[in-house]
């Protein structure tokens, strides 16, 4: 076991003082931890992000192997303990929480009320857009980053972020669906959760 003063040391020659307050402060949630959610969580775990709520419902399959977080050995595990696993790989010192739930119009308040950011990282188009709706519509300072558009093998240069509103930003090329023939592969999907991470860090730093 590495000591915390060693990985605070790590962190402190590559950050100034007062962007390690900031990420060690900030508090950031997850909803999905699918091939998006896994990997944001572990870009803000190696970023230093200091308190993070993970939420998903969903257990590990082979199927997950080609563009999540996960390893065989995890395999059949709820994705809320296998990705505790592999963050405490990373530091064990962060203050992660997970819920093994699944979201809803009606819990969703209850469940985000204590993080100012909040990740969307859903498979499915109708709960991406229950999450962002519920979120806008029902709260007044949740900052929602949503991931949409990562199917296929195109150009990553067609990821971006765009902030399309007050609270809402989405990270993608907004137009790549998942259809026959054209899945999901590690590549834009780690780009895309990049993206995400990337944009998280940007708000809990102050920058626009």
Do not use: W
């Not at 059949?76 to 203050?95: F, R, S, W």
């Amino acid at each position: 076991m590495i000591a915390k003063e060693e990985l605070d040391r790590a962190f402190d020659s590559r950050f100034s003082k007062e962007m390690q307050e900031k990420l060690r402060n900030a508090r950031v949630a997850v909803a999905g931890l699918g091939g998006l959610g896994s990997n944001i969580a572990v870009a803000l775990a190696r970023s230093g992000v200091g308190h993070m709520l993970l939420v998903d419902f969903d257990r590990v399959d082979t199927t997950n192997l080609n563009r999540q977080a996960y390893g065989i050995s995890q395999l059949g595990k709820p994705k809320t303990q296998a990705i505790l696993e592999v963050l405490a790989e990373i530091n064990p010192y962060l203050d992660i929480r997970c819920s093994l739930t699944k979201v809803t119009e009606k819990n969703a308040i209850e469940l985000f009320k204590e993080y100012p950011i909040v990740c969307e990282a859903f498979d499915k188009a109708d709960q991406k857009a229950m999450l962002i709706n519920t979120l806008l519509e029902k709260t007044s300072n949740t900052i929602i980053v949503s991931g949409n558009g990562m199917a296929g093998v195109g150009s990553c240069n067609d990821i971006k972020t765009v902030h399309k509103l007050g609270r809402l930003y989405i990270c993608g090329d907004e137009k790549t669906d998942i259809e026959e023939g054209v899945g999901l592969m590690a590549p834009r999907v780690m780009v895309t959760a990049g993206h995400q991470a990337n944009q998280v860090i940007r708000l809990i730093l102050g920058l626009e």
